[in-house]
């Protein structure tokens, strides 16, 4: 069993204030995908309540740990919002594909049965979600928004290390 205690879930650096230096269509499309996409926070938060739920009798620590990422998560979920907002979209749960609004779906999730399956899919989540924040940091000209990619993605790599410990104690 993994003592719960003395883990971290967060980057203990500050988040940088949410603000952009001007509105842009691309950019703004970018966080809905963040916020909504089938790869999004909002994909990930409705997945770890998920896993919380299945782990929750037989692997209490695995089930805290998800609930406890998750809250991360729905912070993260804040920031694109509020990003998208400034940068001139409405922040609902959707994103933008070939110019069409497609809203956000529980769909878009991998509903495993197996502690393996859960945490896999949970792992190759969560280091998909570093590739897309490191690619859009180098795509995205705005110190504000590529400051608050980077401290994500602080979190996000903190994620990756709490699942590979899941992964090495369990399986």
């Not at 203990?12 to 970018?30: F, G, I, L, R, S």
């Not at 070939?98 to 969560?126: C, F, Q, V």
Request: charged share 20%.
């Amino acid at each position: 069993m993994i003592n719960c205690e003395t883990l971290l879930f967060a980057s203990d650096k500050p988040y940088p204030p949410v603000e952009v230096t001007c509105q842009n269509c691309t950019y703004a499309k970018w966080m809905l995908d963040n916020l909504g996409g089938s790869h999004s926070e909002m994909s990930t938060i409705s997945l770890y309540f998920y896993n919380n739920l299945m782990t929750n009798e037989k692997y209490e620590d695995v089930a805290y740990i998800f609930h406890k990422i998750s809250i991360v998560e729905m912070h993260h979920l804040s920031i694109f919002g509020q990003l998208a907002l400034l940068l001139g979209e409405s922040p609902r749960l959707w994103t933008c594909s070939r110019n069409r609004k497609m809203y956000w779906t529980p769909g878009y999730n991998h509903y495993s049965t197996t502690l393996e399956d859960l945490l896999m899919t949970a792992l190759n989540g969560e280091r998909a979600a570093v590739e897309k924040y490191e690619k859009q940091i180098c795509m995205i000209d705005d110190p504000c928004i590529t400051d608050n990619l980077k401290r994500i993605v602080l979190d996000e790599k903190i994620h990756v290390e709490l699942i590979e410990m899941m992964m090495k104690e369990y399986l």
